[in-house]
């Protein structure tokens, strides 16, 4: 089994969070992002061509690392692997998912927001867990604060991660990656403005 932390470190520490509203815009979108260096990318089951999406990316962009992402029971993880998914993201803890995926050697990451799941993550023999949604949770402060307690854990935060606040997370030590929708915004998906995107991905 490939771990999420070993499939982390070969890339850039921001995950960009797509919701894609067309399949059309799934190459386009992913050359952008890769253009400037984002070479993991999760796609989130939350519309209809995410599947196909993913499919897409393996197929014709085999050089990044795509994961899907709001992965919420077991049969979307069957088909977000069946789609070729290499790592996947839940916003929550589900044991069924977790056996699920050590069984089919796949990288699972999944949600956190209190000491009890990390926990329950940790007890399932996870090492790293998202905190979501990272700023309601407590943000930086949670994250620092949950150290000590739970050393093995690393964090990969979304949930209100911004450009003006990615970096303090980027900063704790036991923060592998940061996440988020910033990067991609729908509306400039569906416009199809590359340069728009390019801009914020290069500051990034
Ligand atoms: C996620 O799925 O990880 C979050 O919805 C991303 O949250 P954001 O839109 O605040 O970046």
Redesign the pocket.
Known sequence: TISFQELASNSKPIVP?IALPTLESALPLADTLSSCGFTML?I?LRTDCALDAINQLRQQRPELIIGA??VKNSQQLQQALDAGAQFI?S?GTDSDMITQARAQQVALVPGVMTPSEIMQAANLGMDTV?L??A?LAGGTEFISAMAAVFQGVKFFP?????EDNVNQYLALPNVICA????LTPTSLISRGDWNKIHEIAQRC
Do not use: Q
Request: glycine residues 24%; without cysteine; aromatic residues 10%.
């Open positions: 969070v999760e989130t992402g709001t993201v916003p998202k979501f949604p700023a979304t949930g209100g991660v911004s996440g988020g929708t910033w």
